[in-house]
């Protein structure tokens, strides 16, 4: 298997990489596709969403469902695309959705996701188990905040270019098995889970896609403690940190939402107010997104 992703393979590397960089998006404007009812895409709007996936690993729709809280807007647009193994956290609602809003009561009371805190850049599911890998990714906002809250975003395929062509040290480095722990019992979303240690980049054996587990916390988490793998981390620090045309920033408004091949994003602090309390659904998936493999967007 020839994927581009394997150090060992530069000429593939070096075909998909100058595709990759064609004609690639530089503003969030460009990510975004009007669409009506995301419950029932047409033929042309499912095409513009799968477009833009396969060329950045995200879009942003935006539909007319406004505020209407219907779980099925998000699972049937994700469906459409390809995404049908969810990810069920201990908070997620029943159906497997999580709703992501400021909650006052225990248990998620005390968690990140569920305050209108910052959260740095990270990947979903970085704790997770290699056999529970998170491919694909979706937030379908209800309602907005009524201030904050913008995401930033940055297709993780990019930050694999950018830091291999610096230096393919760095990416050796992150594909190291014990790359990135983190340890057990952190509370995170309130889970209780053994070590969780691995590479941060790796490469799906039948497929050749890229994967990417990573998160720009500082507290409870042990990098691989080799001047390779700190230079590579502070590389890719920096990179998140700086004025890269790469890095899109949007803000969800009610019956937009996102969906994507798990992308590096943070989101930025938020405020309620009491006619604007935001509410977005998220959902976590074992799949990626049909038709955005490699292999099928690059024939590689
Ligand atoms: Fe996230």
């Given at each position: 298997m020839q994927s581009p992703f394997l150090l060992e393979n530069e000429s593939a590397y070096q075909a998909w990489r100058s595709r990759k960089l064609e004609n690639y998006p530089t503003h969030a404007a460009q990510l975004i596709v009007e669409v009506g009812?995301?419950?029932?895409?047409?033929?042309?709007?499912?095409?513009?969403?799968?477009?833009?996936?396969?060329?950045?690993?995200?879009?942003?729709y935006a539909g007319t469902t406004g505020a209407d809280p219907d779980k099925a807007i998000p699972r049937l647009l994700g469906k459409r695309l390809g995404l049908e193994r969810l990810d069920c956290n201990m908070l997620a609602d029943n159906d497997g959705?999580?709703?992501?809003?400021?909650?006052?009561?225990?248990?998620?009371?005390?968690?990140?996701?569920?305050?209108?805190?910052?959260i740095k850049w990270h990947t979903d599911g970085y704790y997770n188990t290699p056999a529970r890998q998170i491919w694909g990714l979706q937030l379908h906002c209800v309602q907005s905040s009524a201030e904050g809250g913008e995401n930033a975003l940055m297709?993780?395929?990019?930050?694999?270019?950018?830091?291999?062509?610096?230096?393919?040290?760095?990416?050796?480095?992150?594909?190291?098995?014990?790359?990135?722990t983190i340890p057990a019992r952190v509370e995170e979303e309130g889970?209780?889970?053994?070590?969780?240690?691995?590479?941060?980049?790796?490469?799906?054996?039948?497929?050749?896609?890229?994967?990417?587990?990573?998160?720009?916390?500082?507290?409870?988490?042990?990098w691989k403690q080799d001047a390779a793998t700190l230079a590579a981390v502070a590389f890719l620090e920096r990179l998140l940190g700086s004025d890269t045309p790469y890095i899109y920033r949007a803000r969800l408004e009610s019956g937009m939402g996102l969906i994507c091949n798990n992308v590096l994003h943070d989101r930025a602090g938020f405020n309620d107010s009491p006619d604007k309390k935001r509410l977005l659904y998220r959902a976590r998936y074992y799949d990626r997104i049909a038709g955005t493999g490699v292999s099928e967007v690059y024939g590689l």
């Open positions: 009812d995301p419950r029932n895409l047409t033929q042309v709007e499912y095409e513009a969403i799968l477009g833009r996936c396969r060329k950045t690993n995200m879009a942003v959705l999580t709703s992501l809003k400021v909650v006052e009561s225990s248990p998620r009371q005390g968690y990140i996701p569920y305050s209108n805190k910052p297709d993780h395929e990019i930050a694999y270019l950018l830091m291999r062509d610096e230096n393919p040290d760095f990416i050796r480095a992150l594909m190291q098995p014990d790359a990135m889970v209780a889970r053994p070590d969780a240690t691995g590479p941060v980049f790796s490469v799906h054996p039948k497929s050749g896609d890229l994967h990417m587990r990573y998160t720009a916390r500082t507290r409870s988490i042990a």
